[in-house]
């Protein structure tokens, strides 16, 4: 048995130095799993702080208040949350346009503003940015549509007019009335726009159908 001693520490060395082999390959590592990262959303960094989640928040306030709210037929496909359709950016023109608001505590409109009644919007290429303008007497806004990573929804980010202006403030100006919400298409050359209502817990949805013209 002595004689065999260095036999067999000599296979036990061999077995080492394979096992360590086995398990430290030669070459470079295998390269990491890649990390997608998603595009930017340019919007965010724009954004006040009070609407920064409006594309998270929106569509569960937006489903919500539909819900409750048991349209008529001629406003089932503009109330219905889950008609979004691809490809939401407008074509620049004219629209006719109108203002649903939904919410128990819904403000009514201003004297001689009838929510409801149709008027005339505009969607304007300002360099490579939409601009929409919605004239609806309840609640005249402008500002700017911007992407997201949602194929179906754009951001609104714009102001309500002032008292006397017929233009609105930039957003986020000092002084301006800033609003926030989701722009979607819901049919052919027809979109809504859902921005938070004038009161706690409403919201505001404007129609908007192309228009040849403006009358």
């Known amino acids: 048995m002595s004689r065999n001693r260095p036999l067999f520490a000599l296979a036990l060395a061999s077995a080492a130095v394979a096992a360590c082999q086995q398990a430290r390959p030669e070459g470079p590592p295998p390269p990491r799993p890649a990390v997608v990262l998603e595009a930017s959303e340019s919007w965010r960094s724009v954004a006040l702080p009070q609407h920064a989640g409006v594309s998270e928040d929106m569509p569960g ?6 819900g409750a709210a048991r349209p008529a037929a001629p406003d089932r496909e503009l109330l219905d949350p889950n008609l ?3 490809r939401a950016a407008p074509s620049p023109g004219p629209y006719r346009c109108r203002i649903v608001r939904l919410g128990p505590a819904a403000a009514p409109p201003p004297r001689g503003r009838r929510a409801g009644r149709d008027s005339f919007c505009f ?8 601009s929409l303008t919605l004239e609806t007497a309840a609640r005249p806004l402008g500002g700017y549509l911007w992407e997201t990573n949602h194929p179906g929804r754009l951001v609104f980010l714009g102001a309500e007019f002032g008292p006397r202006g017929r233009t609105a403030p930039p957003y986020g100006e000092p002084g301006a009335i800033s609003t926030a919400g989701l722009f979607e298409r819901i049919g052919d050359f027809r979109y809504r726009l859902v921005v938070r209502g004038p009161r706690q817990g409403t919201a ?4 908007l159908i192309a228009a040849p013209s403006p009358r």
């Open 204 to 207: 505001d949805v404007y129609e």
């Open 84 to 86: 979004v359709l691809p």
């Open 61 to 66: 306030l937006f489903r919500q208040l539909a």
């Open 123 to 130: 969607v304007t290429l300002v360099g490579d940015r939409l």
